[in-house]
């Protein structure tokens, strides 16, 4: 992994078994184990084939990215392939600001985190407090009280919430500012966390947080019609139930998968949806549906709302379940079906 650790970091990483994401390998919720378990033993042949990957990838990049524009404009179908097989983990740090267009927001700004930081106060930050503990409780750089982690957390958050008032802090936003943590500095976390929100690259994301979370809403709207299109037994009967997606995918949107999916599958998400824009969010919820639809359409509403919270591990195996997400296609649906919800919220209220 890219991001360096304290000398705190490695005893307690000592001390306590963890997989090799830094996860305590008895919290099955989140460790990967279960999926890499094939590959802990891995042979030569498949230490071999990932050093091939990262050395592609290196001379992809260049030395610091110097040559990644210039790669992205020549060959762009090479890059969005190798980056659906999934970056290699020594690089996703810097792939992930490549990508994202936060590099370019880093350099353009110099001094600004620390001055935000050090600097200025936040109205959230006794939220941001209260919720530090409740990100990532699993993983060792998160769990010490006032450690390392919690620090950096803390900072970039409060950081955030200082640069976009408007937004300023949402519990949701712990869990995508941890995850990039694991793989960059602070600084690095908080400008794609701003490239993320206010839309370097894919449309911004910031509505996802504001009040009443109107892009959440949207994406919703959208789901729910794809489900009912696309997977048109499942949705008749979510409809006999009265389940709608606020009940289960909610979480997908806010924390782009990284809340309750298995790391790995959370990773290799990331990857495209930094590179492709949040139509893989919708692609994935699809494709999980989709896959569990056989056993979903037999369940009353109670056991229902816990199989969606609660998937198999077959289904969140990202070499299962990625192949079947990437050939749906949703694009002009849903631009179709964003132009359908601003009309609805757009019609006056019945007295």
């Known amino acids: 992994m890219s991001r360096k650790r304290t000398e705190n970091d490695t005893e307690s990483a000592a001390a306590t078994p963890v997989d090799r994401f830094g996860f305590l390998k008895h919290d099955h919720g989140i460790s990967p184990e279960r999926f890499t378990k094939a590959k802990t033993a891995s042979s030569s042949t498949d230490h071999d084939r990932e050093e091939r990957k990262v050395r592609k990838w290196r001379k992809m990049i260049g030395v610091g990215g110097s040559d990644w524009k210039h790669y992205v404009r020549r060959k762009p179908n090479v890059v969005k392939r190798r980056i659906r097989k999934g970056i290699p983990d020594c690089l996703r740090g810097l792939v992930w600001q490549l990508i994202s267009g936060s590099r370019d927001l880093l350099l353009m700004n110099p001094g600004v985190y620390e001055q935000l930081v050090i600097y200025e106060t936040s109205a959230s930050e006794l939220d941001i407090i209260r919720d530090i503990s409740r990100t990532f409780p699993s993983h060792v750089f998160f769990q010490k009280r006032h450690g390392p982690g919690q620090r950096s957390l803390y900072n970039v958050l409060k950081a955030y919430s200082v640069y976009d008032r408007d937004v300023g802090y949402v519990q949701g936003m712990g869990f995508i500012a941890g995850l990039l943590l694991l793989y960059m500095s602070e600084e690095d976390a908080f400008w794609l966390l701003v ?116 998937f198999p591990e077959d289904a969140m195996n990202p070499d299962t379940l990625l192949p079947l997400a990437y050939p749906i296609k949703v694009s002009k649906r849903l631009e179709e079906l964003k132009v359908d919800y601003e009309k609805t919220i757009a019609k006056p209220v019945q007295p």
Request: with cysteine.
């Open 195 to 310: 490239a993320l929100l206010k839309g370097a690259v894919h449309a911004p994301m910031e509505g996802l947080y504001h009040a009443g979370l109107p892009l959440v809403q949207q994406y919703l709207f959208q789901l729910e019609s794809l489900v009912k299109e696309l997977i048109p037994k499942l949705g008749e009967h979510f409809s006999q139930e009265m389940i709608n997606p606020s009940m289960y995918a909610s979480q997908w949107f806010i924390t782009v998968f990284s809340y309750s999916f298995p790391f790995p599958l959370a990773l290799r998400i990331w990857d495209v949806f930094l590179s492709e824009g949040v139509k893989i969010v919708f692609k994935v919820g699809l494709a999980l549906l989709k896959y569990c639809q056989d056993e979903l359409v037999k369940l009353p509403f109670e056991k229902l709302i816990h199989a969606l919270k609660t």
